[in-house]
């Protein structure tokens, strides 16, 4: 049996969403996590002790997706509002608008060199901007359907599109035309993304499959039925040795795609699980869902070596399987009810320009896109008391002797559920003991019977 400290680990929850969480990614340097709600805000979480959430007002609907550009300079969102904006990634979170499509825009992705934005309609296309002049470049059209997701390659050659009309296309960025065309009778897919190297795609079945195509000979090579619920999004591992995949089902689940099956399922989140992504190092990753929860794991298992790891492991391809030794499950119930820290919230005001003295980012200085009722917003701040935080002057206790305790409290939980996890694991453990003494016994009878 692998050890703890080889496993994914619960390392810290954060809750500010009012509604279910529908995207999030974590930033270049490993230091921030952006996260996209149906309560129509973006929050931007920053790991340092006791640092303050921020989050950001303006758009007028669900924010259906949220990613940040490769430098970390810029957060692109998408909405239903049928708009896209860009952030800057600051308590100050001034932002651009593009009044981007017709109709609900679902899926935001920067380029590996951020100097272009794809996006993904309801209104069946997906458009490519230049983040340079901030100016629309040209639409993709050949969707019939709904476009959920549209993702670049690694090297920006080709973008990846999948949608309700039960198809994935591949799109060539130099000639503007659809390329390779991957078709479902079943389902269709809710998310694609292509692998590290740019080989592969792997997409997220609303037919509770997980599918891994080959782009360079159009062969679908693995194929993997693992949840008991609509698969929703994926992401893979630096490496491009390891997929996670979040479901309906409540869980995610860890690919070895060397291997070709299953090694863990956690089992974090209460109710559908909607978005998951990886750390661009791999060391972390992050999952959001209807809780309105969102979790950071710490990866572990990445650092060892793969076959080392599956020998462990059953194969395990059904989601009925019998429970495993490297399932998850933090203790239950989730702690859904400890206290939040106080949220810095930013809300638009006056259209005016950054601040000469302010180091904005250069892109928002080309207003060659924006209409005039989209330029740059300055945006005033205030800190919003969440009602079950009392004020401080309200504290009967010194603020910091109140943090450490909070400090204190988190970390007590994180143990806790790890503790639950090795106690799962030891049962688990105990009845397969059980089950191979009574084999034992019984075989041994067996022999004495026949001397």
């Not at 209104?123 to 959920?148: A, E, G, N």
């Not at 003991?433 to 004495?448: H, M, P, R």
Request: hydrophobic share 35%; glycine share 6%; with cysteine.
């Amino acid at each position: 049996m692998a050890s703890a400290t080889e496993d994914p680990v619960l390392e810290r929850y954060f809750k500010g969403h009012k509604a279910a969480i529908t995207s999030l990614d974590l930033s270049p340097n490993g230091k921030q996590l952006a996260t996209a709600s149906w309560d129509t805000f973006l929050m931007l979480w920053n790991f340092k002790p006791h640092a303050r959430a921020y989050r950001y007002v303006g758009h007028k609907d669900v924010v259906t997706s949220v990613q940040f550009s490769p430098h970390g300079n810029l957060l692109a969102s998408a909405s239903r509002d049928r708009t896209v904006r860009l952030w800057i990634p600051d308590k100050r979170g001034k932002f651009s608008e593009f009044k981007a499509h017709t109709a609900p825009v679902r899926s935001v992705d920067f380029s590996a060199d951020g100097q272009f934005l794809a996006t993904a309609s309801e209104d069946k296309s997906i458009k490519v901007w230049s983040m340079y002049r901030q100016r629309f470049l040209y639409s993709l059209y050949r969707h019939t359907h709904w476009v959920r997701c549209a993702k670049f390659s690694p090297d920006g050659r080709l973008i990846v599109s999948c949608s309700e009309d039960k198809t994935i296309k591949i799109w060539d960025t130099t000639n503007k035309q659809c390329v390779n065309n991957f078709s479902d009778s079943v389902g269709f897919a809710n998310f694609v993304d292509f692998n590290p190297s740019g080989t592969c795609i792997a997409s997220a079945g609303s037919d509770q499959t997980v599918k891994v195509w080959d782009v360079r000979v159009n062969k679908l090579l693995q194929h993997y039925q693992v949840h008991s619920g609509g698969v929703n999004c994926i992401s893979f591992h630096p490496s491009g040795n390891y997929l996670i995949t979040a479901s309906s089902d409540g869980t995610l689940k860890i690919l070895d795609l060397l291997e070709g099956r299953l090694i863990y399922t956690l089992q974090g989140h209460t109710g559908p699980v909607f978005t998951v992504s990886f750390s661009k190092g791999g060391e972390l990753f992050a999952s959001g869902g209807a809780d309105t929860q969102v979790l950071l794991w710490r990866t572990n298992f990445d650092e060892l070596h793969c076959k080392g790891l599956t020998k462990r492991n059953l194969k395990r391809l059904h989601f009925d399987s019998p429970p495993h030794l490297l399932d998850i499950y933090p203790r239950t119930p989730h702690p859904h009810e400890e206290k939040v820290e106080t949220v810095e919230t930013t809300e638009t005001s006056g259209r005016t320009l950054p601040d000469k003295g302010e180091e904005a980012c250069g892109y928002f200085l080309n207003p060659s896109l924006m209409s005039p009722e989209c330029l740059p917003t300055t945006t005033k701040k205030k800190t919003e008391d969440m009602s079950d935080l009392p004020c401080e002057s309200q504290r009967s206790i010194p603020l910091a002797v109140t943090d450490a305790l909070e400090h204190i409290m988190e970390q007590l939980n994180v143990l806790t559920q790890t503790v639950s996890i090795l106690e799962q694991r030891l049962t688990l453990t105990e009845d397969k003991l059980k089950d191979c003494l009574e084999n034992q016994q019984k075989l041994f009878s067996a022999v004495q019977q026949k001397s």
